[in-house]
């Protein structure tokens, strides 16, 4: 602003504008922006994180039956809980014996059973689980769970991608993908039939990705939310690479593993949350024997469908690595 005459100097000191002589509710609600104004909003970035305070206090056995989130709504200046812009995961304690009844505003509801045994029921169908499997809810009804043994579960919805645009959950019989169940066995032959056949060096990783009859185009297991379950072998390492889709990770196992990301070392806990920001270059490394596991949530559903996923290999910053 001039200190003179209190006039900008240029479009981009304007304050936002309204309509001169608004003769409607209507029209007194508009509001005008310019190219110089409108794209300097700051926001605060998505953390390199990891979450272990949120594993431990869900995996302590003298832990009550509830939730636990893994929330960073203010550091991101969310109005409504987040880990990530779009994304949500909570650890869910179980006691034996006990039943946990959820109700998520989302579209679908992502379920890995960290340990543990019980079954979920929604209406008349009921899923019985055990720890290594994997399940995915339709958004919108509430749930049953109930642990036949003291049971932990990773749940992620998309909660925060619909309270954005303040949406409901689909109706009953309208979400995008039904109850699907990969149970633990069936998980690890697939990813046994991914290593007896192999990849190159430009297949990036050895990632079993999930999806369901409904969603089997996409490749995806929601529209907007991408599921796989990562392995690296005993002193192998992932190519660094970048992608525009943030990545929330649970570490399942692995020994003197860790990722690099933008340069900085970062130590992986076992059952921790992980969050790859957007953007980041990032490489996973296992420095012990034993073949490592990570099971990852992306919203790459919504990039890919905007063409503008930006995945490539890429080189981390000169700088040294750094531990955090």
Not at 12 to 18: F, I, K, L, S, V
Not at 228 to 254: D, E, F, Y
Not at 278 to 300: C, K, R, W, Y
Request: charged residues 15%; proline residues 7%.
């Amino acid at each position: 602003m001039s200190q003179t005459t209190g006039r900008p100097r240029n479009i981009a000191e304007m304050p936002a504008q309204r309509a001169s002589e608004p003769t409607t509710a209507a029209q007194a609600r508009g509001r005008f922006f310019n190219t110089g104004n409108a794209f300097d909003v700051q926001l605060p970035p998505v953390p390199d994180y990891l979450f272990t305070t949120e594993a431990v206090a869900a995996l302590d056995p003298a832990a009550p039956t509830g939730l636990t989130a893994c929330d960073l709504s203010q550091q991101l200046a969310c109005p409504f809980p987040a880990t990530t812009p779009l994304v949500l995961a909570r650890y869910a304690r179980i006691r034996a014996g006990d039943t946990l009844t959820t109700e998520f505003a989302a579209s679908g509801i992502i379920c890995y059973v960290i340990r543990g045994a019980g079954h979920t029921d929604s209406g008349s169908e009921r899923i019985t689980w055990n720890a290594g499997d994997l399940f995915i809810l339709p958004g919108g009804p509430s749930y049953i769970h109930t642990a036949a043994a003291d049971a932990v579960l990773w749940i992620v919805t998309n909660e925060p991608q619909l309270a954005f645009e303040h949406l409901r959950p689909p109706a009953d019989g309208d979400a995008p993908t039904a109850i699907v169940h990969f149970t633990a066995d069936e998980i690890a032959r697939q990813i046994g039939l991914l290593y007896e056949i192999g990849r190159t060096e430009e297949t990036a990783g050895s990632a079993l990705i999930f999806s369901s009859a409904q969603q089997e185009a996409s490749r995806n297991i929601l529209p907007t939310l991408t599921v796989a379950m990562n392995s690296l072998p005993g002193g192998k390492s992932q190519r660094p690479h970048i992608h525009n889709s943030v990545a929330v990770s649970l570490i399942i196992k692995g020994t003197q593993c860790y990722s690099v990301m933008d340069g900085r070392r970062k130590d992986w806990a076992q059952w921790a949350t992980s969050i790859t920001p957007p953007t980041a270059v990032h490489s996973h490394h296992n420095g012990g024997n034993e073949q490592a596991m990570f099971l990852i949530v992306q919203d790459g559903g919504i990039f890919y469908h905007a063409r503008a996923m930006g995945f490539e290999f890429a080189e981390h910053p000169a700088q040294a690595t750094q531990s955090v």
